[in-house]
């Protein structure tokens, strides 16, 4: 899960200033957690405390506003209602990972993807993003190669995983909905050779940064087995006390080893 941050706020300047280039600063000045990280928080601290996701979400973008959220998303936000608006954004695949991590069969896992996705986004493309992400993260994490997790992918989902990130980068744009982001957003995995680089080729398609290089960082975090440290740090300075400690709670309990065993190192500094 903390991947998903890391590439949420890694991208959340390229948001708006996109880029197609690999190059580009990993952290500015101006690097924050954007809707991306609050979701995310939000469906780790439901399955913690055994909660509904739709009040939970709800309730954390009501505490964090400002930070991006959808114009749909912000009615539903601001709505005493919790009727979902048959959304297919991106934004149930960028929240999902947590779902990954707690649940221990695919059954499960996309079970409650799709929990976690219908409470807003519940247009079969919005359930399908979540559950392809999740589906994704779970394998990583339960040792799959990369080519095992594209043929289960493609073959279950349909989605096209046979481009590749310097294929796709020159004619891509900016595109918010699951199935012309999600499918880029795992190649941009499937195309990496670390987790940082995960993150770089997300954002150098100069799309949707924030939330491609979340779903990238979320795969490779359980792919790679780690966070360089560095980054593990920045995620710690830049994310509010509150989200860090939900965050630093969830990882404790359904973290990899490896990952635990540098969050504690941090929180030992």
Not at 8 to 18: K, Q, T
Not at 109 to 118: I, M, N
């Amino acid at each position: 899960m903390l991947g998903a941050i890391a590439g949420d706020i890694v991208g959340s300047v390229y948001e708006n200033l996109r880029t197609k280039r690999k190059d580009f600063r990993l952290f500015t000045p101006l690097s924050t957690f954007t809707d991306d990280s609050v979701l995310t928080v939000a469906v780790a601290d439901a399955i913690l405390t055994g909660r509904d996701y739709g009040p939970v979400v709800k309730s954390y973008a009501r505490r964090h506003p400002l930070r991006g959220y959808g114009p749909r998303f912000l009615v539903w936000m601001a709505s005493p209602a919790t009727k979902p608006y048959n959304s297919f954004g991106n934004g149930s695949a960028m929240r999902v990972s947590p779902v990954a991590h707690a649940f221990g069969s695919e059954e499960e896992v996309l079970r409650e993807a799709k929990r976690t996705a219908e409470c807003t986004h519940n247009h079969p493309e919005g359930i399908k993003g979540a559950q392809v992400t999740a589906l994704a993260v779970f394998m990583a994490r339960q040792g799959a190669d990369k080519q095992a997790i594209r043929c289960e992918i493609q073959s279950r989902f349909g989605y096209d995983l046979s481009r590749t990130v310097d294929e796709i980068r020159p004619s891509y744009r900016a595109d918010l909905t699951c199935q012309g982001s999600v499918p880029e957003a795992i190649i941009a995995f499937l195309d990496s050779v670390s987790f940082e680089d995960a993150l770089r080729n997300a954002v150098s398609l100069g799309g949707d940064a924030d939330t491609q290089a979340c779903i990238a960082g979320a795969i490779a975090e359980a792919h790679y087995k780690a966070i360089p440290g560095p980054i593990l740090e920045q995620i710690h300075k830049r994310l509010s006390k509150s989200l860090w400690q939900t965050a630093l709670e969830f990882t404790r309990k359904f973290g990899l080893p490896e990952v635990i065993a540098l969050v504690e190192r941090l929180e030992a500094q």
